[in-house]
């Protein structure tokens, strides 16, 4: 099973500022996936990239997956209180014919209104 | 986009007795569900996966015989907790599987063992 480190694990800053969070590793992936999930509630697919490189938009989150497909980031502009959460990176691995996920460690989120 | 739920949402049972839960996919067929845990302030990790009509796949330490799965149809899945104790308290989520890499997950079910 390959690692995926994410960090930091906590970040909690004020609404309105920008920030950047990261899922590393030391293995090259197909593909990655992000996801957000909110206290009590399970994870929600936010994207997936899949060539090294890429840049994915989704409103104010950006996402960039490495040139070499080891790791990946996540931008948040302007953030707001909506935001907060804990953000979990995962890549698809082949589990005896079907996909398994495997979960970063997580960053967890807090936007201070 | 498809939605899959969860029930309980929340139990609370004494230390001892079993607990079943059950994760449904509400708008389409899952012939492949997981189910993973979630302690406090972690990541999910990967209980095991759920085929429908056959046995589950159990991850590396997780007890086949404590936690028992049943994907008895497309819709459905339960994982019983057996002889719960302190150390099962947790947050159980589970996933049911569309499509190739894609997954949908439940609400999650809070499970507090006293």
């Known amino acids: 099973t390959q690692l995926l480190e994410q960090s930091p694990q906590f970040l909690s800053i004020q609404e309105g500022e920008n920030l950047t969070v990261y899922c590393n590793s030391s293995s090259v992936f197909s593909s990655l996936q992000w996801y957000r999930q909110e206290p009590g509630e399970g994870p929600v697919l936010l994207v997936t990239v899949v060539t090294g490189g890429e840049v994915k938009k989704l409103k104010r989150l950006t996402f960039q997956f490495g040139d070499a497909r080891k790791d990946s980031s996540l931008h948040i502009t302007a953030a707001q209180p909506g935001d907060t959460g804990l953000y979990l990176c995962a890549y698809m691995g082949a589990n005896f014919g079907n996909e398994k996920l495997t979960f970063g460690t997580g960053t967890r989120l807090t936007i201070i209104p | 986009g498809a939605v899959v739920s969860q029930h309980p949402s929340r139990v609370i049972c004494k230390s001892g007795t079993s607990v079943k839960i059950e994760c449904r996919s509400l708008?389409?067929?899952?012939?492949?569900m997981f189910w993973y845990r979630q302690f406090p302030k972690q990541s999910l990790m990967l209980m095991a996966t759920s085929n429908e009509g056959s046995k589950a796949t159990y991850e590396q330490g997780v007890e086949k015989d404590k936690f028992l799965i049943n994907h008895a149809s497309l819709t459905l899945s339960t994982l019983t907790v057996t002889s719960a104790h302190p150390e099962d308290s947790s947050f159980y989520i589970c996933?049911?599987?569309?499509?190739?890499?894609?997954?949908?997950f439940g609400p999650g079910t809070r499970l507090l063992v006293l």
């Open positions: 708008d389409f067929q899952a012939t492949t």
């Open positions: 996933s049911a599987q569309l499509a190739t890499e894609t997954q949908y």
